[in-house]
């Protein structure tokens, strides 16, 4: 994020930047433990997950949903800024991707130091949320760092880090929480890699990025998909620090008809039927099979 009264970069991270540090428990995320898995080893688990982003990435172009983003800058407890837009994913008869705006007052960010352009806006609708696919595991090195309770879940905990940064390509850098059942990303804590600072040039733009968490869902019996991400930073720039926090909200996934078919492992996975339940909203603590779902999230 760049401190401007005319814009920012804006880039959101759904993974965690937690290398060295033990993440926090609360109430239904147990201690981690450095253990090895039992009848498979790190290396397995690796292109097992990723084969299933990839299968996730897939389907959930295929569903529609509503999403609701919300960015405010803040002193204590006043906010002193707010960006808020509702919007619906939505695809015509020939399987193309729509938007339908529901809400979009006039942003205020700039009073409290930000604003957001044209390129934030597209940060919000196709970088959500981050996916670790079979051809991208290269361009990251994967460290497995142990096992933890996640609400019912129970999950081999890996930390990521690019290898390289190329060119202008914008990476991850974290932590990633994978189901030992369904081998898929169920809670992603971290930030976009790299930053920009500048601390000789005046004026210089800098570009800083808060740290997220990403919290799971599974829908339909069969995917993974983000329902709740939040971010509560203090980004610190050459003139000041600004407390900024964000919440984006994933609500009413709903399979679309149409006549492409999702594989895996070389069968067809169902449709569901049309008059399955949508899952609840994130930040209702839903009793369904899912990860912690709290704002505590492991801080470096």
Same mark, same amino acid.
């Given at each position: ?12 991270a ?7 540090a ?9 201690p981690?433990?450095?253990t090895?898995?039992k ?12 084969a ?6 897939e ?12 960015v #405010?800058?803040? &002193? ?6 707010? /960006?808020?837009?509702?919007? !619906?994913? $939505?695809?015509?008869d020939k =399987? ?11 942003s ?13 806006v ?9 996916v670790?696919?079979t ?7 994967i ?16 930390d ?7 060119g ?17 990303i ?14 000789k ?15 799971? #869902?599974?829908? &339909? ?6 329902? /709740?991400?939040?971010?509560d !930073?203090? $980004?610190?720039?050459?003139? =000041?620090?600004?407390?900024i ?26 449709k ?5 339940k ?7 603590n ?11 999230s492991?801080?470096?």
């Amino acid at each position: 994020m760049k401190r401007s009264s005319r814009s920012i970069l804006f880039f959101v991270a759904l993974a965690a930047c937690v290398f060295v540090a033990s993440p926090g428990a609360s109430a239904q995320e147990g201690p981690l433990e450095n253990t090895p898995p039992k009848s498979i080893t790190p290396e397995e688990i690796i292109p097992r997950f990723a084969a299933r982003e990839k299968l996730f990435k897939e389907a959930r172009e295929q569903y529609t949903y509503r999403q609701d983003v919300k960015v #405010q800058t803040r &002193d204590g407890d006043t906010v002193t800024g707010e /960006y808020h837009e509702v919007f !619906d994913v $939505l695809y015509d008869d020939k =399987g193309h991707r729509i938007e339908n705006v529901v809400f979009a007052p006039q942003s205020t960010l700039e009073q409290g130091g930000l604003g957001l352009d044209e390129g934030d806006v597209q940060d919000f609708r196709n970088r959500l949320p981050f996916v670790l696919t079979t051809e991208e595991v290269p361009e990251y090195n994967i460290l497995y760092v142990g096992q933890q309770q996640e609400d019912q879940l129970h999950c081999y905990v890996f930390d990521i880090a690019p290898k390289q940064i190329v060119g202008k390509k914008r990476y991850f850098q974290g932590r990633i929480w994978v189901d030992d059942h369904d081998f898929q990303i169920v809670k992603t804590y971290g930030k976009a890699v790299p930053e920009i600072r500048d601390t000789k040039k005046k004026g210089k733009e800098e570009h800083l990025y808060p740290k997220f968490t990403t919290w799971r #869902q599974q829908v &339909d019996n069969q995917y993974w998909f983000p329902t /709740y991400t939040r971010a509560d !930073d203090t $980004l610190t720039f050459n003139t =000041g620090d600004i407390h900024i926090r964000e919440i984006v909200k994933y609500e009413d996934y709903k399979r679309f008809g149409s006549n492409v078919r999702i594989l895996y492992e070389g069968k067809e996975i169902p449709k569901a039927p049309n008059d399955q339940k949508a899952p609840p909203a994130a930040d209702q603590n839903p009793d369904q099979k899912k990860p912690d779902a709290t704002p505590d999230s492991p801080q470096k």
